[in-house]
C-alpha cells in the first residue's frame, strides 16, 4: 500500500477590482478580499477539480490575476509527500465486519472501479477513499486542475508565482501515517459513508457541486463530520495547524506595496481550519466578495 500526496489530496478558498463589488456571505464564497494597510490580496479557494468543467470559476480567476501583479501557491503542486508503505498482509480487510446488505452494496458500488477485483480485501481507508472520491471530476494532462490551470495562466502572461510553503517546509510538517491509524477506519466508517451516500448521492460528485455552487461552508462541515466518523483526512497526514499558522504568517508579512492574487485550498478559507479570523487579528479587513 502506497500513500501519495495525490490521495492526500483527494480525501481529502483581493484587492478592490472593477467588476468585483458584489459581496458574497461568508457561508458562500471561494474569493476573498484582504486589505492590510500596505498591501492588496485577492484570496481564491480552490479544489482539486478540473479547470474545464468550472469555466465561471477559472474564468475569474484569470480576470483576478490579469489584475495583480503576482501570484502566490500555497505548495508546489508537483511536490509528492514521502510514501508510506504497507504489507497487504498487515492491513485489516473492512468488508467481513459489514452487514450483509452493506456487503452488496460496497461492492456494486466499487464495480467499476480500479478495486473491483479486490473489494473483499480493502482495509478501511481503502473503501474509504474509493467513497469519498466516488463521482469526483478526474483530472490529468488532458484535464488540468483550476489551480493548475491559473497558475499555468498566470505564468504565461508574465506574473512571478511563487509558493508560500517551501517543499522542505512541507515535508517537514508530514505526519507519519502508522498501521493502527490506516487500520483504525473500520465498518462503523464504511457504514456511515455507505448512509452519507444514500442521502446526498455519491459523494465526490456532492462535493465538486457544492464548490461548483461557492457553497463553501458546507464543504468545510461536510469534512468535518466525515472526520468525526473515524474516516481519515488531510490533517492525519500533514500537521495542517502548523501549516495554517506558516501560510497566515506568510501572508501577513508580505512585502509593503503587494498587490497578490493567493490560491489556497477552500478548506482554509471555510470553517475549523479557516485563516480568516488570524488574519483579521493581523490587522487585515477580509471580506468575502463571490
Not at 468488508?95 to 480493502?122: C, M, V
Request: net charge positive; proline share 7%.
Amino acid at each position: 500500500m502506497r500513500i501519495t500526496r495525490r490521495q492526500f489530496a483527494v480525501i481529502a478558498a483581493v484587492i478592490s477590482l472593477p467588476g468585483i463589488s458584489r459581496a458574497a456571505s461568508e457561508e458562500n464564497a471561494v474569493v476573498w478580499r484582504v486589505r492590510f494597510p500596505s498591501q492588496e490580496l485577492v484570496l481564491f479557494g480552490y479544489v482539486r477539480v478540473p479547470a474545464d468543467v468550472f469555466p465561471d470559476i477559472t474564468a475569474e480567476g484569470k480576470r483576478l490575476i490579469d489584475q495583480s501583479k503576482m501570484v502566490l501557491v500555497d505548495m508546489n503542486p508537483s511536490l509528492t509527500l514521502s510514501p508510506t508503505r504497507f504489507k497487504n498482509s498487515d492491513l485489516k480487510p473492512v468488508f467481513p465486519g459489514l452487514a450483509p446488505p452493506q456487503q452488496d452494496e460496497l461492492k456494486t458500488i466499487l464495480a467499476t472501479s480500479p478495486a473491483r477485483n479486490a473489494i473483499e480485501r480493502l482495509c478501511g481507508f481503502e473503501a474509504g477513499l474509493l467513497l469519498v472520491g466516488e463521482g469526483q471530476r478526474v483530472i490529468g494532462p488532458d484535464a488540468p486542475s483550476v489551480g493548475l490551470e491559473l497558475a499555468n495562466y498566470a505564468v504565461s502572461i508574465g506574473r512571478k508565482v511563487k509558493t508560500l510553503a517551501s517543499d522542505s517546509e512541507v515535508l517537514a510538517m508530514q505526519k507519519p501515517l502508522t498501521l493502527a491509524t490506516v487500520n483504525s477506519v473500520g465498518p462503523a466508517s464504511i457504514a456511515y459513508l455507505l448512509d452519507l451516500r444514500h442521502r446526498i448521492g455519491p459523494i465526490g460528485a456532492y462535493f465538486d457541486e457544492l464548490y461548483k455552487a461557492r457553497k463553501s461552508a458546507r464543504i468545510a462541515s461536510l469534512g468535518e463530520e466525515i472526520t468525526a466518523k473515524g474516516v481519515l483526512t488531510p490533517t492525519d497526514f500533514i500537521d495542517m495547524g502548523h501549516l495554517r499558522a506558516l501560510y497566515v504568517e506568510q501572508i501577513a508579512s508580505l512585502p509593503a506595496g503587494t498587490n497578490a492574487f493567493v490560491m489556497l485550498p477552500i478548506g482554509l478559507l471555510s470553517g475549523s481550519y479557516s485563516i480568516v479570523a488570524k488574519l483579521r487579528s493581523h490587522g487585515a479587513k477580509v471580506t468575502a466578495i463571490k
